[in-house]
Nanobody, 122 residues
Framework: VQLQASGGGLVQAGGSLRLSCAAS????????MGWFRQAPGNEREFVAFISRSGGSTYYADSVKGRFTISRDNAESTVYLQMNSLKPEDTAVYYCAATLSLQYGSGTRFKYWGQGTLVTVSS
């Protein structure tokens, strides 16, 4: 199983980025998907979750209204559209896959991508 995250980079505050996570080696449409992030010196935190069908999404309060998670099961890819970025969004972003609907804890996720760095300058 491989989850390949991409799309990170350097952006100014107020800007946008779109992260992608391409999955292979698993039946993507049977997995719920999540995005997590870890800033330097901080613990990993939940960002967003989408159910296997795409019908349900959940967000951390800190990103609600600014970030949108979506998926394309035909392409085995999950996306994270990030708008109105803030310096505090700076982190390595990870995608992850789970069969569980308990999305808040990373311990419920079975597969993880390698991470992509997002840096937001003020």
């Amino acid at each position: 199983v491989q989850l390949q995250a991409s799309g990170g980079g350097l952006v100014q505050a107020g800007g946008s980025l779109r992260l992608s996570c391409a999955a292979s080696g698993l039946t993507f449409s049977t997995y719920n998907m999540g995005w997590f992030r870890q800033a330097p010196g901080n613990e990993r935190e939940f960002v967003a979750f989408i159910s296997r069908s795409g019908g349900s999404t959940y967000y951390a309060d800190s990103v609600k209204g600014r970030f949108t998670i979506s998926r394309d099961n035909a392409e085995s890819t999950v996306y994270l559209q990030m708008n109105s970025l803030k310096p505090e969004d700076t982190a390595v972003y990870y995608c992850a896959a789970t069969l569980s609907l308990q999305y808040g804890s990373g311990t419920r996720f079975k597969y993880w991508g390698q991470g992509t760095l997002v840096t937001v300058s003020s």
